[in-house]
């Protein structure tokens, strides 16, 4: 019924730049907090940033003045944008939503499929 769909991964240099799309489609009440979490080889994943439905923002210390998330609830999507990209932010990213179905649903948790960021020069 639901579907997240991620888009903007790709091969960048150290000190580069790169913004993530992720859409929600389909059967939608509402929607929730949306996020962005990553997976390196070898790691388990971690949380890089989350967004409330009202703007409120979260992000891991890590990447802390170095991406920017935010999103367009008339589009049902939510952005990542990696300034100053490291090799250490080479991983799989995935995007995370709360979403709602139906009157008084009160959501569950969709995840999409991955989209690889590559930092190497």
């Known amino acids: ?5 991620e888009s903007g ?12 799309s992720c859409a929600a489609s389909g ?3 509402g929607i929730g907090v949306m996020g962005w979490y990553r997976q ?10 989350r967004i409330t439905s009202t703007g409120s923002t979260n992000y891991a210390d890590s990447v802390k003045g170095r991406f920017t998330i935010s999103r367009d ?9 990696m300034n100053s990209l490291k090799p ?5 990213y995935y995007c995370n939503a709360e979403i709602s179905t139906y009157w008084r649903d009160p959501g569950a948790n969709y995840w999409g499929q991955g989209t690889q960021v590559t930092v190497s020069s």
């Open 1 to 5: 019924q639901v579907q997240l769909v």
């Open 9 to 20: 991964g790709g091969l960048v240099q150290p000190g580069g730049s790169l913004r993530l």
């Open 27 to 29: 059967r939608i009440f």
């Open 40 to 49: 390196a080889p070898g790691k388990e994943r971690e949380l890089v940033a």
């Open 73 to 81: 609830n008339a589009k049902n999507t939510v952005y990542l944008q």
């Open 88 to 92: 250490e932010d080479m991983a799989v």
